[in-house]
């Protein structure tokens, strides 16, 4: 179990998570498919070349789940109880078909919980880079997470 028990995070703690992901045409068209979002700049190159970008733009929501996604190995596989929320989301740049992202996160708020005494709330500060080391999504994620046994 990679993940970390609350009594095992600090403020402050600070990872690069090891996995990366190059972005492809298929991971953008099937999630915004499945996802029923008709945005042109994701489904039309023609529209997306007509655009101030150029080319086409990778579904946002993919973004913040794939930064979501590649940290939850380091944070909170196997300790997580729920997430609670996820807070002040920015896209600063865009992301393109053929982007390598990575993710990033750090410990923001440690609170025990009230209601679970099993369980404390940890918040992370995500954050997603591309290739280039340009921020491309960051949010705060509030989770519960077990304390250790």
């Known amino acids: 179990?990679?993940?970390?028990?609350?009594?095992?995070?600090?403020?402050?703690?600070?990872?690069?998570?090891?996995?990366?992901?190059?972005?492809?045409?298929?991971?953008?068209?099937?999630?915004?498919v499945m996802t029923h979002n008709p945005q042109p700049l994701h489904l039309d190159i023609e529209a997306a070349k007509a655009s101030e970008f150029g080319q086409i733009l990778v579904n946002g929501t993919f973004t913040f789940s794939l930064m979501v996604g590649l940290s939850v190995g380091d944070t909170t596989l196997g300790t997580l109880v729920a997430n609670l929320g996820y807070d002040k989301l920015v896209m600063p740049k865009p992301v393109f078909i053929g982007d390598t992202l990575r993710a990033e996160s750090e410990v923001i708020g440690l609170k025990e919980s009230k209601s679970r005494p099993n369980a404390g709330i940890v918040t992370f500060l995500h954050r997603c880079l591309n290739q280039r080391d340009e921020l491309v999504c960051q949010c705060e994620r509030s989770t519960l997470v077990h304390r250790k046994p």
């Open 1 to 32: 179990m990679p993940g970390k028990f609350f009594d095992e995070w600090t403020i402050g703690d600070t990872l690069t998570h090891d996995i990366r992901r190059t972005v492809t045409e298929t991971d953008n068209l099937m999630f915004t």
